[in-house]
């Protein structure tokens, strides 16, 4: 994938288990954050957002958390399928009249069926 | 597939040589960027364009120019480029008043 050769922490989980990948963000003022999946040879996909007035937000198979207090965000996949093998990146925009994004450097998850 | 495409997909160029990428998107959105992904690094944010006009340049060598000649295409043109300039070219696009950003399938690009 894109991200080979970067030190990557890596989520290990059986087929049909749910999933939960954890990001630490480091501005308190972002009050937007967005979750993405890449997968090997293709660009980050859109999974699902939430803003700073929120605290969860649900999607498809996928729920965000969002704790201000310790500036934490978790996605949460349920029932992983072996289609959810990817690396999964955070990404806070602690201006939104700066239009720009700040990503982490991503978890990596395998699922094993 | 986003409706972001990105042309070429794969690009080998020498040090010497001029070449540029281009991103194209027919969805609407009002903003463009250029990232770059490394193999070594998380993704680096290097210009954003808001309707046409170049609102961000994150300390980006002059050797990479960018331009957005109207609101669907984005180029990145580059010329005397550096082995360590080898990375992943992402393009990416933002729908008016949204803060999401829709990802091309990238550039992968190999400087010799």
């Known amino acids: 994938g894109e991200s080979v050769g970067l030190h990557l922490p890596t989520l290990s989980v059986q087929e049909g288990d749910n999933s939960i990948i954890n990001c630490a963000y480091s501005n308190s003022a972002s009050d937007y954050f967005i979750w993405y999946k890449q997968e090997s040879g293709k660009g980050p996909q859109f999974i699902i957002d939430?803003?700073?007035?929120?605290d969860k937000r649900q999607g498809q198979r996928v729920t965000v958390l969002l704790n201000k207090t310790v500036k934490h965000l978790s996605l949460q996949i349920a029932a992983t399928q072996p289609g959810d093998s990817a690396v999964y990146f955070c990404a806070e925009n602690a201006d939104t009249g700066r239009r720009a994004l700040t990503f982490g450097s991503g978890t990596r998850l395998q699922v094993q069926p | 597939e986003t409706g972001v495409t990105q042309t070429p997909r794969h690009l080998v160029m020498g040090m010497t040589n001029k070449k540029s990428l281009k991103c194209e998107q027919h969805?609407?959105?009002?903003?463009m960027y250029w990232y770059k992904q490394s193999a070594k690094k998380p993704l680096e944010l290097m210009f954003v364009?808001?309707?046409?006009?170049?609102?961000e340049n994150n300390s980006v060598p002059s050797r990479f120019s960018p331009e957005c000649p109207n609101s669907s295409h984005l180029f990145l043109h580059l010329h005397t480029l550096q082995p360590e300039d080898s990375a992943l070219y992402l393009c990416?696009?933002?729908?008016?008043?949204?803060?999401?950003?829709?990802f091309g399938p990238g550039t992968r690009l190999t400087v010799t």
């Open positions: 990416a696009s933002s729908p008016p008043g949204g803060d999401e950003q829709y």
């Open positions: 969805l609407g959105h009002n903003a």
């Open positions: 364009y808001s309707l046409e006009e170049r609102v």
């Open positions: 939430i803003r700073s007035n929120m």
